[in-house]
């Protein structure tokens, strides 16, 4: 069975940082387009970043300058690194895993997705 596990979500201050972690099990990370996707509170799980086979990537605006994607094929897992955290980062972030391009995945997400882990930021 195909799995996608993320790990690294926590509690943090704001202006902080986390890296979020996404390894998957019984498939190869590197023939897929990897993307994270956040869901805050009440709202709809929105694309924050992805990554394709080649190392393109697509960012939101909103994470521009702050939120760093990045693959180790060796380790088949994909990273989220998360500096400058505010308030309205909190909120569940998922990965997802699709042979797709950046564009669409963080815009249309399908395929694998993982079980999510938790960011809260917060003072």
């Known amino acids: 069975q195909v799995q996608l596990a993320e790990s690294g979500g926590g509690l943090v201050q704001p202006g902080g940082s986390l890296t979020l972690s996404c390894a998957a099990s019984r498939f190869t990370l590197d023939w897929y387009t990897i993307g994270w996707f956040h869901q805050a509170p009440g709202k709809e799980r929105e ?3 992805c990554i394709d086979t080649g190392g393109t990537t697509y960012y939101a605006d ?5 939120f760093t994607i990045s693959r180790d ?4 897992t994909v990273y989220l690194q998360m ?26 997400p399908q395929g ?9 930021v917060s003072s």
């Not at 909103?62 to 702050?66: D, E, L, M, Q, Y």
């Not at 694998?112 to 809260?120: A, C, I, R």
Request: glycine residues 12%.
């Open 73 to 76: 094929n060796a380790k088949n």
């Open 112 to 120: 694998y997705w993982g079980q999510g882990t938790q960011v809260t």
């Open 62 to 66: 909103s994470v521009k300058g702050r």
């Open 47 to 49: 694309g924050v970043s």
């Open 83 to 108: 500096n400058g955290l505010k308030p309205e980062d909190t909120g569940v972030y998922y990965c997802a895993a699709e042979r797709t391009n950046v564009e669409a995945m963080c815009a249309r």
